[in-house]
């Protein structure tokens, strides 16, 4: 029973992320970490505006870039963090952003360029990997510990991707999410 660790799926159309975002919004829990990786424009702020509607983020506020305030912080079904690393100069900042003592408790956290600070992270959560592609765009999910093994679980069942022949060892049948 090897547990999901990795899944890759096409995002062909804009429309696709935005209901990916919103599948992933009904799977996060309160700690949840996740880190999206991808060239300039490859859709990391677009998925995230994605999952913070999907988390009931009204649509007149808006969700942009944190690159210059480095965190915004919304309120929705979780308080959800988001933030863009890119210009961070090093590990020891991200405590002063208060990022670190929200990942694992209160807050969802969704954090751009964050694999450069993986460790300080604490390295545990679902990773996101945005790449161009013809057509739209592909993601490649990558779930590091416990909590990303178990948030890619969800996120897979919800998918329907399922885990092969392994998943009726440890299925939570349970599919009454909003969807
Ligand atoms: N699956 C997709 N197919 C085509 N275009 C997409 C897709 N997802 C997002 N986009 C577009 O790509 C751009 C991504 O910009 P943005 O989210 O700011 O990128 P990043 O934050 O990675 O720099 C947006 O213009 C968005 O409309
Ligand atoms: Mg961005």
């Known amino acids: 029973m090897d547990p999901l660790t990795e899944v890759t799926i096409s995002l062909p159309t804009r429309r696709a992320t935005q209901r990916f975002g919103a599948t992933l919004a009904a799977c996060l829990t309160a700690g949840d970490l996740v880190?999206?990786?991808g060239d300039l424009g490859a859709g990391k702020t677009f998925l995230v505006r994605s999952v913070a509607r999907g988390l009931g983020v009204p649509a007149e506020t808006a969700i942009t870039s944190p690159t210059f305030t480095l965190v915004n912080e919304y309120v929705a079904a979780l308080p959800l963090l988001h933030s863009d690393l890119y210009r961070l100069g090093g590990a020891g900042e991200?405590?002063?952003l208060g990022l670190t003592d929200r990942i694992g408790r209160d807050a969802v956290t969704l954090v751009?360029?964050?694999d450069r600070f993986s460790a300080a992270l604490g390295d545990?959560?679902?990773w996101l990997w945005l790449a161009y592609a013809e057509p739209?765009?592909?993601l490649r999910m990558e779930a590091r510990?416990?909590?990303g093994r178990a948030l890619l679980e969800r996120v897979a069942e919800k998918l329907e991707l399922g885990s092969g022949s392994d998943d009726d060892v440890d299925d939570d049948v349970n599919d009454d999410g909003p969807f």
Do not use: D
């Open 112 to 114: 751009e360029w964050g």
């Open 124 to 126: 545990e959560g679902l």
């Open 145 to 147: 510990g416990a909590r």
């Open 35 to 37: 880190v999206l990786e």
């Open 94 to 96: 991200l405590v002063e």
């Open 136 to 138: 739209g765009r592909t």
